[in-house]
């Protein structure tokens, strides 16, 4: 592979134009290039001083300057309670939020993961994953500031959208790389994965996408994307591909940013997905969506119909089901489409419905990158309780081919990627949902459909909710739908 160049020493701040400097090694050493990786942390620099509070905050999640939890140091002074009412002592911050699962999971995560408080470069401890999660937070935060000044004349960041991203991408580096808990990176902005030359690094690898929908900014929201896998070559190696091609199901951990009306990190560690939003007077991510669950079916499909001309024939008769069938409340269904990949998924993940952007003339693969776009949001997706799949293969099972694999992707609530995906199926009945007897079943004769159909209203109809299709029903009288309440759903 070929080799890269170290980045630059320096890199213009979002929001108040701070120089970074590259991160200090640990110790002496570090081999030279290997393994045709970009190596980062080769020279060491001044330190990580003008980011706000330099690693000792980082590392643990700190606020830096702004206030918080200091290990080793003295508490700063409690901030004033925000005007929003959200204030670190009367809700969850995601720094306190990690260090509380890390205890409650911490003897049901896979073999050869501990609890260490010897400090964030301790081998593949949970500390490190927790300094790792601190550092995606951190960009998370710093690439926000920026997204809201681009554009504007007098603003110390980026100017334009190139400028942006490549700031962005910088940001992300340099970040999860003074964690000194990661070994390798791999970013959608960079040809080649990056290895970072510190004998104190942790094992872990990391994923990332730092800057999404930039197409039409800003009348569009933007996002960001990662996940974190565990390096699978032994303990002071040399990193290598093997450790990013893994299936996203072998994921650690994973998660998404939206830079919208409000900035929000939407997150998982495989214990369930939990959402937090920027108060921005605290500069504090704080719990406001805990335990997320996908709907079960939702009544909006996104797509982009403007390729429907150069869609293959099973995807034209699924995009033409999804507008006549049905929910399975009976309501029909309307396309919500804003041309920015992670607003979108959001929006389905917090509401319900299905995303999806499937292979065409013009992208036979897809177009979504597998290994750091694709695999972390259907992570996600499933952790919430929804499904992802490619219509013939779930997301997460996938082996990627390169680092820049692209696949097609349905991603949603379980009835509606369950209704795509099966237009693709190769079934003894065909492929399609009128040639599947158990989805004739289960959405024409849905019990809920039949009750809005119905001229009583002596019965409790209630509106869907959760995963039954049943709930508030009341079995009076024989209603064909009934029998898919008992029959295995395909």
Known sequence: MAGRGDPPRSMRGAAAGLDVDAPPRRGGGGGGGGGGFVRLGESSGPGLAGLGGGLAGLSL????????????????PSPPPSPSGLHPSA?????????????????????GVHFSSEGASSGDSLMDLVTLLSAVTFSVKTVGAMVRCLGLPRSAGAKNVREANEAANETWIKSLTASRACSLLVS????????????????????FDPLTGLAEPPTQDMGAIFGIFRQLT???????????????????????????????????????????TLDPSLQEFVLTHPRLQVPFAGETYSINEGYASSFDERTKLMLETLKEEPTLDGAPRTCRYLGSMVPDVHRTLLYGGVFIYPAHAGRPMGRLKLLYEAGPLAFVAEQAGGEASTGRKPILDIQPESVHHRVPIILGSEDDVSLCASHFRTAPWGSGPKSDPMAMLRRTHSIDACLRRSSSGARSVGS??????????????????????????L
């Open 188 to 207: 959608e902005e960079c040809e080649e994965p990056i290895a970072v030359s510190d004998p104190g690094t942790g094992q872990y690898a990391v994923v």
């Open 91 to 111: 809700g969850r911050t995601l720094t306190t939020h990690l260090f509380a699962e890390a205890q409650k999971h911490v003897h049901r995560l896979e073999e």
């Open 464 to 489: 869907f909710g959760g995963r039954s299709p049943t709930r508030g029903v009341t079995l009076d009288e024989d209603i064909d739908g009934f029998v898919c309440a008992h029959l295995p759903v």
């Open 61 to 76: 999640g700190g606020r830096g300057r702004g206030g918080g939890d200091m290990v080793g140091g003295e508490r700063p």
């Open 234 to 276: 032994a303990a002071g190696e040399e990193p290598s591909l093997m450790d990013v091609l893994q299936p996203a199901r072998q994921l650690v951990a994973a998660g998404y940013a939206v830079y919208g009306s409000s900035t929000m990190l939407v997150l998982t560690t495989g214990h369930g997905v939990d959402g937090f």
